[in-house]
């Protein structure tokens, strides 16, 4: 296994302030290697992934650079009470990676994955912009946020600094159940893989939102297997997204 592992500290003119970002770079990384935009969860970090999996050993049977951003405790949006990360990872991620590695923001090579905060983050991203992504893949995602916070009130601190209310995140595009009203245009539709384990604390949320999108959403597939939580489920299903993803890169 031949791998590099760019380790970047930069400053973020949308941030206002250093951020961190690590990057998986392939043996052969040519200008047309596709890009895989790999989101960490809400205890997490740009470390983790490499931390807690094996993902760098996986990685190395495929040709994706893998870009591994740090936004804190964001859920990967316009903060309420905070920064612009999802500004960030969206739009200003995507032109660094194209300044420092000559690697263009191609849609049809530009692929997002994320676990728990992490999922809903790329599921977001596939929604809001499928006409900048070909593919996207959560597990364990949080993917109904109202539904999670009218539960657990012991998040209102937390999640009143991300999404303002409750009222307000019901009604905003920070709820992805809104985003199934948005009109997609077929021609631009990204496929999405969600995954989830059949002991995750988030499982019902799960059913509830594929229960939506298999109905909503042009190109949808749904898994699941006995897993919770964990690091030992993400390791092994993040084995399973590179070969899906793989299965779009397009010679």
């Not at 650079?65 to 804190?72: A, L, R, S």
Request: glycine share 6%.
């Amino acid at each position: 296994m031949s791998l590099t592992i760019a380790r970047l500290s930069f400053r973020s003119k949308v941030l206002g302030k250093a951020t961190n970002v690590n990057v998986y770079l392939p043996e052969k990384m040519t200008r047309n290697s596709p890009i895989i935009y790999l989101l960490h969860g809400y205890s997490d970090d740009c470390n983790s992934w490499l931390d807690a999996t094996s993902l760098a050993r996986f990685a190395d049977e495929y040709p994706f650079v893998i870009v591994m951003p740090q936004v804190e405790l964001s859920y990967y949006t316009n903060m309420a009470y905070g920064l612009n990360y999802w500004d960030y990872v969206t739009d200003e991620l995507p032109e660094k990676i194209e300044e420092w590695l000559g690697l263009p923001a191609l849609p049809e090579r530009t692929f997002v994955a994320g676990l728990s905060m992490g999922g809903y983050g790329a599921f977001k991203w596939g929604m809001t912009l499928p006409e900048k992504v070909k593919a996207v893949a959560s597990m364990s995602g949080a993917l109904d946020i109202v539904s999670l916070w009218e539960r657990d009130r012991g998040r209102d601190q937390a999640f009143e600094r991300v999404f303002g209310s409750l009222l307000r995140v019901s009604d905003s595009s920070d709820n992805l159940f809104q985003l199934f009203s948005h009109e997609l245009n077929e021609e631009y539709a990204p496929y999405f893989l969600q995954i989830c384990g059949t002991e995750d604390f988030l499982y019902g949320d799960n059913q509830t939102f594929r229960k939506k999108a298999a109905h909503s959403l042009a190109h949808y597939t749904y898994e699941e297997g006995v897993g919770a939580h964990t690091w030992d489920f993400w390791n092994q299903e993040i084995q399973r997204v590179l070969a899906y993803f793989a299965e779009f890169i397009e010679e």
